[in-house]
Each structure stands twice: as C-alpha cells, then as structure tokens.
C-alpha cells in the first residue's frame, strides 16, 4: 500500500488519499492462505518495481505530499515519510524471519 502511496504522490499534483490500516486489507485479501514461496517471490518482485521507480527520483520529489484522510484529522504526508516506514515495518519482518529461521 505504501509503494503505491508514493507513487500516487509523484504521478499527482498533491493527491488525497485515503489510509487504510494494512490489517484491515489484509483481510480483505486471500494473502494468509497464499503459499509461502510464491508470494515471497512476487514480494521481491514488487520490492525490485518500487526501488527501480525511486532511486532515479530527484530530491525534491522526495518532499511532494498528499492529504491523508481516514486515520483522523487529515493530514500532510510525503514520500520520503512513506518511504521511511516501508523499510522500518520491513525491517520488523527481517528480524522476524532471522528469529523463526535461528539466524
């Protein structure tokens, strides 16, 4: 949701958007009952797509924003914001993956 949140940003002149808790989506999909393998793989695929569109991006793309509505009063957020909780929340899942598999 958050790769596709930045690209909204850069294709629009400050777009709104509307948040969605990720658990709430979740649940709307048949992710849980995917098999493992094939949905890593279409993760890193993803993951691939989303550092291709961002690495050429000027520093000043970084700080377009949106209005985000749904979460409360709405509010001013950038790519660069996005961006940065993309790899914290990823991060989380990288030390839980080192956990189940004991590295």
Known sequence: MWGRYMAM????????IRAMNPTTWIKSTNYPQLEFAPSFR???????????????LPKAAWSRSATVTGAGRPRERNVLEYGR?????????????????GG
């Open 42 to 56: 279409a993760f890193v695929k993803q993951r691939a797509e989303l550092l291709t569109f961002l690495r050429p």
């Open 85 to 101: 909780w993309l790899a914290n929340h990823e991060q989380t899942h990288v030390k839980q993956i080192r956990r189940l598999i």
């Open 9 to 16: 940003i850069i294709a629009e002149d400050h777009p709104t």
